[in-house]
């Protein structure tokens, strides 16, 4: 789970304090080098996926142009919604560093 928060200087100003919402899943596999004892794999690959919900996303107000003058009041110029988006995610062992 991940709460992505607003910085720190906004919250005294009335500000939200959580702008964006993630949660997701990873499993991982190993492959062991005969002996099967713990930290013998020689690989290990991770799938992972997920999902985020940002609450405060911002948009051009239809008929705006960024960069272009606008005859909307600066207050109409954007529009408030929520967006989603998903996440996938991969990752394999290459080096194994053993600092004892």
């Known amino acids: 789970m991940s709460?992505?928060?607003?910085?720190v200087g906004e919250l005294g100003k009335g500000g939200k304090i959580f702008d964006s919402l993630g949660a997701g899943l990873m499993?991982?596999?190993?492959a062991w080098d005969g002996d099967g004892k713990p930290g013998?794999?020689?690989h290990t690959i991770n799938f992972g996926a997920g999902a985020?919900?940002?609450t405060d996303f911002r948009t051009l107000a239809p008929g705006v142009t960024d960069?272009?003058?606008?005859?909307?009041p600066e207050n109409q110029l954007t529009r408030k919604s929520s967006k989603t988006?998903?996440?996938f995610m991969m990752s394999y062992k290459i080096l194994?560093?053993?600092?004892?």
């Open 3 to 7: 709460l992505n928060t607003s910085p």
């Open 27 to 30: 499993v991982g596999f190993n």
């Open 96 to 100: 194994e560093f053993n600092l004892q």
């Open 85 to 87: 988006g998903f996440m």
């Open 40 to 42: 013998s794999a020689i």
């Open 52 to 54: 985020l919900v940002a």
């Open 67 to 72: 960069g272009q003058v606008s005859a909307l």
